[in-house]
């Protein structure tokens, strides 16, 4: 059954949660698409802009404004996640590319997470916290896309020459690079671009679903498999197997 609304018309944005920890995160039924990156570079005004609803999560200028994990229903079928940002510790004299063990744990161990949006300005040369943190992402399997924030406010050329002095620091890390976006919640540019990341997980996630049903006349392959507690590595298993497009 489809369950999301084709082009990712945003009918309904529901504040589910602020949880503390992975343990208090509503269970894993639904998809998930989560916003990561340095405090203050703009994950909570870009869900805001996502969802449409410009007060869903809280938007500040102070740096660390978020500190849990706020999660998000959409449509009734899937979730956005703001998470708190990496790099401001109060008193702290060098940002440190340093996140509390609840998104550590969220990251590496929530199996209905699709796809994080690692969120980079795009006013700003290659930062070593933020190639340190794609480099976190990479050895730890976590599937993301990189979005380069802020457009509004600087020119377009400069944009570029920071997106290309970021994947020349990452190229070698990967076959493939990650998908590359820019937006600007303020401008409302990079919408359907991300809602189209979006999209295609859904509809990647609904084949799988489709063609997974169990024949009806054949057990379970391993029964005894389904009781035991899940390892970090069998959960992120669970996550589904998308042929990403990006
Ligand atoms: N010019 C401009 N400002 C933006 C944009 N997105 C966010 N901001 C501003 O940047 C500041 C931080 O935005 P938030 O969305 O709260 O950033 P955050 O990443 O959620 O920050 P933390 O929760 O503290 O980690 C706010 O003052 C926003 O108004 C944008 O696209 N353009
Ligand atoms: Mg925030």
Known sequence: MLCWLPNMHISSAIFDCSAPDLDSCPDESLPEFAFIGRSNVGKSSLLNMLSGKLDLARVSPTPGF??????????????????????????????????????????????????????LDSGLPPQEIDVEFVAWLARNSVPFVLVFTKTDK???????????????????????????????????????????????????IEAESGQAQPDAAMPPEDLAATDQKASPQAARKRRPDLARPW
């Open 66 to 119: 978020t500190k849990l994990i706020n999660i998000f229903t959409m449509n009734k079928c899937w979730r956005l996640v703001d998470l708190p940002g990496y790099g401001f510790a109060a008193g702290a004299r060098k940002a440190k590319f340093k996140f509390n063990h609840a998104v550590d744990d969220y990251l590496k161990n929530r199996s209905s997470l699709c796809c994080v949006f690692a969120l």
């Open 154 to 204: 600087i020119t377009p050329a400069t944009v570029q020459a920071n997106i290309a002095a970021f994947t020349a620091r990452i190229a070698g890390w990967f076959e493939k690079l990650p998908a590359i976006f820019t937006c600007s919640a303020m401008a409302k540019q990079g919408r359907e671009e991300l809602l189209g990341v979006i999209d295609e997980a859904m509809t990647a």
